[in-house]
T-cell receptor, first 114, second 112 residues
Framework: DTAVSQTPKYLVTQMGNDKSIKCEQN?????MYWYKQDSKKFLKIMFS???????INETVPNRFSPKSPDKAHLNLHINSLELGDSAVYFC?????????????FGPGTRLTVL | GNSVTQMEGPVTLSEEAFLTINCTYT??????LFWYVQYPGEGLQLLLK?????DKGSNKGFEATYRKETTSFHLEKGSVQVSDSAVYFC???????????FGTGTRLQVFP
């Protein structure tokens, strides 16, 4: 059973397009996250949601809009894609969002903007 | 601010060698500390964690001890295997933010 799943695994698109990445967790966790991993493997938080409520918005361009229809899903919509958006995007979840909680990561979505 | 500093890689070792990957942190408040591992083409998996000073996290032969006096959480393994080849990330989480702040990652390559 997959704990945190993301679709699609690969996404190749043109500059200026709009795309979405979906994330689902079946762990019963309250908190979900989006992280971005750049070409040098550096990982940085983008957003977190707790029970459908936005908690962290880490100075991400407003072209990125997360949406959480329920606490098991956190989707990421990106408008007007730019070359610099090319990266691997990871979804994660944790039980309550406490500092001691383990975060469980999805397999990642590799986005390539041409 | 909160930050994590890891030794730069790649770290190249022969099988059965001893491994140390250094990690130091700066944190406001009392962080939890984590090591995550990323195998090629995969997502991150928790390797081990420690949530208070002097705690030792351990898993799959890897160990790390939370040292508050030196603000460190170095990863060690007594005898590495080829299958340990991966990128290792040290990370912290501080109360009130609850996000993971990662180091830059250290690539480990183990040769037979």
């Amino acid at each position: 059973d997959t704990a945190v799943s993301q679709t699609p695994k690969y996404l190749v698109t043109q500059m200026g397009n709009d795309k979405s990445i979906k994330c689902e967790q079946n762990l019963g966790h309250d908190t979900m996250y989006w992280y971005k991993q750049d070409s040098k493997k550096f990982l940085k938080i983008m957003f977190s949601y707790n029970n459908k409520e936005l908690i962290i918005n880490e100075t991400v361009p407003n072209r990125f809009s997360p949406k959480s229809p329920d606490k098991a899903h956190l989707n990421l919509h990106i408008n007007s894609l730019e070359l610099g958006d090319s990266a691997v995007y990871f979804c994660a979840s944790s039980l309550m969002g406490y500092r001691t909680d383990t975060q469980y990561f999805g397999p990642g979505t590799r986005l390539t903007v041409l | 601010g909160n930050s994590v500093t890891q030794m730069e890689g790649p770290v190249t070792l022969s099988e059965e060698a001893f491994l140390t990957i250094n990690c130091t942190y700066t944190a406001t408040g009392y962080p939890s500390l984590f090591w995550y591992v990323q195998y090629p083409g995969e997502g991150l998996q928790l390797l081990l964690k420690a949530t208070k000073a002097d705690d030792k996290g351990s898993n799959k032969g890897f160990e790390a001890t939370y040292r508050k006096e030196t603000t460190s959480f170095h990863l060690e393994k007594g005898s590495v295997q080829v299958s340990d080849s991966a990128v290792y990330f040290c990370a912290l989480s501080v109360r009130g933010t609850d996000k993971l702040i990662f180091g830059t990652g250290t690539r480990l390559q183990v040769f037979p």
